[in-house]
């Protein structure tokens, strides 16, 4: 197969370059462009701030091409495989590539407990309690990053903001106020903060929607003013992954393939896992192609792992249970597909189209030298 995803050139390697400027090891090549910035400036604030879903190709159409976002952008760049915020989120955060760190998609197969969850719900896939079996064995993921790696060796600060959990910011301005705070504070400082719009938006209403420009202005106007208040501060923007407005296929339709299968399908709605019931694997094929080929390129389990769809390094040990037999990716087609415990939306990503695989490097440089 053709893998898209430029892994010379992705969410990983900018991960990479603030790995190199604070000292960190790294394993993947870094953004040469930072680097050069980076090196040359010497900051003392690195401030990384991605927004859910603003991939490149909404963001072109959501704002004038004189908008302090695109006059800022430096350039596009891939997001990795799939297109969404459980494995594009984890490699900005660790500097590893999906087939790396194990977060692979909303809903991923963890081979120990026999079970599909949703890594980031810590639930199993369709139920909303807490699978008690997931939390023992969790760490199995990656779960250290950069953020926790700095704080560990103490020679720099690190800070990072949520809109949840224990230390959540309430709205976008409490996160900028936060971060124009902790920037303007003594000390090299690497500080990271991650939004869930317009992606929350987009998902109820489409990327075109007139919520989802409202919110797009407004993150390109109060960046901009941020950065006013900024000095000695290298300021990052980025995407996670695009968004295409999707029409639903029903799994439920097609029984036969459904009893072919050994477990509920995993990872995404338009990268889709299937776990085939042995000696069923060319039938299943057949039948799939048949029905839904027209939508899906099907890839074999071989294909997937020797092209490096997931990205190079060492495979983690759940890698290759947790990508089934085949991996299902809508590539040039706008379907999606719906299986038992899948929450039908209105827009989606982690298919293979360009709307939702770029997004942008947009940098600012608040130094003085």
């Known amino acids: 197969m053709k893998v898209k995803n430029n892994y010379q050139d992705c969410l990983t390697n900018i991960a990479c370059s603030i790995r190199k400027y604070f000292g960190l090891a790294y394993h993947h090549q870094t953004n040469s462009y930072l680097d050069q910035l980076l090196e040359k400036k010497r900051p003392n604030n690195v401030v990384m701030i991605l927004f859910d879903g603003m991939g490149s190709r909404i963001l072109e159409r959501s704002l004038d091409k004189d908008s302090f976002f695109l006059k800022s952008k430096v350039k596009d760049i891939t997001t990795v495989f799939p297109a969404t915020t459980t494995a594009a989120t984890t490699s900005v955060k660790t500097g590893l590539n999906p087939v790396e760190h194990g977060w692979l998609g909303w809903n991923t197969y963890i081979e ?106 407004e993150r390109n106007q109060k960046i901009e003013g941020l950065c006013k208040e900024l000095t000695d501060t290298i300021v990052i923007i980025l995407a996670d992954h695009g968004h295409i407005q999707v029409e639903p296929i029903y799994l439920a339709d097609y029984p036969e393939l459904i009893n072919m299968l050994e477990r509920t399908p995993s990872i995404e709605q338009r990268a889709v896992s299937f776990k085939v019931k042995e000696g069923m694997k060319e039938k299943f094929k057949e039948q799939f192609n048949l029905h839904l080929g027209k939508y899906f390129s099907l890839y074999e389990k071989e294909n997937i792992i020797r092209s490096q769809l997931f990205g190079d390094g060492n495979p983690h040990q759940l890698f290759e249970s947790a990508i089934g037999d085949f991996i299902a990716i809508a590539e040039n087609s706008n379907k999606c597909l719906i299986t038992e415990g899948d929450t039908v939306l209105f827009s989606q990503h982690a298919g293979y189209t360009e709307e939702e695989i770029l997004v942008p490097l947009i940098v600012i440089d608040k130094c003085a030298n």
Do not use: Q, W
């Open 112 to 217: 120990p407990i026999d079970k599909t969850i949703t890594l980031f719900k810590n639930s199993e896939k369709g139920k909303e309690e807490i699978c008690e079996e997931f939390l023992k064995v969790r760490d199995l993921l990656v779960t250290k990053t950069i953020v926790s790696e700095l704080n560990e060796t103490g020679a720099y600060r690190a800070m990072e903001l949520f809109p949840f959990g224990e230390n959540k910011y309430s709205s976008l301005d409490e996160m900028l106020d936060r971060i124009k705070k902790e920037a303007n504070s003594s000390g090299k400082k690497f500080i990271y903060a991650y939004d869930d719009e317009p992606d929350h938006s987009m998902h109820k209403f489409g990327p075109d929607s007139e919520k989802v420009r409202e919110l797009i202005s």
